[in-house]
């Protein structure tokens, strides 16, 4: 195995697993994807947005759904973030994960509300978050969110790179 390479068998399995379907997505693809599709978005708010998709891999994952879980997480922070703001995007491979992170510039986050971030109807702000935390472990990974005063806050997606068990 290469590094940042991973070489998954010519045909995935497919598993339904709380209503999700697994087949391999192209990780750095989707992201830039998601990018692009929210930049009008951002430049609406003359938000600059940014895109680091530092390696391509292929991922198990249920494209729909991810597509979703990022949706949410880059319109919460568009919409989260003043004018002439920043929000980047960047994948990369590591320890045999996947990592997204979205990281706004406009939002910082009290100690109490990172401790809830997650939790459904946090502050009248709906389901997304909770439904997208649901997508991340029903695919074997890891959600979590961080907040420093001056550098904004982060959401840090890490996905595993082998299907997860049914």
């Given at each position: 195995?290469?590094?940042?390479?991973?070489?998954?068998?010519?045909?995935?399995?497919t598993e339904r697993s709380f209503g999700l379907f697994f087949a391999a997505i192209l990780t750095g693809f989707s992201v830039y994807w998601l990018v692009t599709a929210n930049s009008v978005a951002a430049s609406d708010k003359e938000i600059a947005l940014t895109c680091h998709a530092a390696s391509e891999a292929q991922a198990?994952?249920?494209?729909?759904?991810?597509?979703?879980?990022?949706?949410?997480?880059?319109?919460?922070?568009?919409?989260?973030?003043?004018?002439?703001?920043?929000?980047?995007?960047?994948?990369?491979?590591?320890?045999?994960?996947?990592?997204?992170?979205?990281?706004?510039?406009?939002?910082?986050?009290?100690?109490?509300?990172?401790?809830?971030?997650?939790?459904?109807?946090?502050?009248?702000?709906?389901?997304?978050?909770?439904?997208?935390?649901?997508?991340?472990?029903?695919?074997?990974?890891?959600?979590?969110?961080?907040?420093?005063?001056?550098?904004?806050?982060?959401?840090?997606?890490?996905?595993?790179?082998?299907?997860?068990?049914?």
């Amino acid at each position: 195995m290469e590094k940042d390479h991973v070489t998954l068998p010519p045909k995935l399995p497919t598993e339904r697993s709380f209503g999700l379907f697994f087949a391999a997505i192209l990780t750095g693809f989707s992201v830039y994807w998601l990018v692009t599709a929210n930049s009008v978005a951002a430049s609406d708010k003359e938000i600059a947005l940014t895109c680091h998709a530092a390696s391509e891999a292929q991922a198990p994952a249920d494209r729909t759904r991810l597509l979703q879980l990022f949706q949410t997480l880059l319109h919460h922070a568009i919409n989260s973030s003043a004018s002439g703001s920043r929000i980047s995007v960047r994948s990369k491979l590591h320890d045999g994960n996947v990592q997204v992170e979205i990281t706004g510039s406009g939002l910082e986050l009290s100690a109490e509300d990172l401790s809830n971030v997650f939790a459904p109807w946090r502050n009248g702000s709906g389901l997304g978050l909770f439904i997208g935390k649901g997508i991340v472990e029903a695919h074997g990974g890891q959600i979590a969110c961080s907040s420093q005063p001056g550098a904004g806050t982060t959401f840090q997606v890490s996905l595993p790179l082998t299907p997860p068990r049914a």
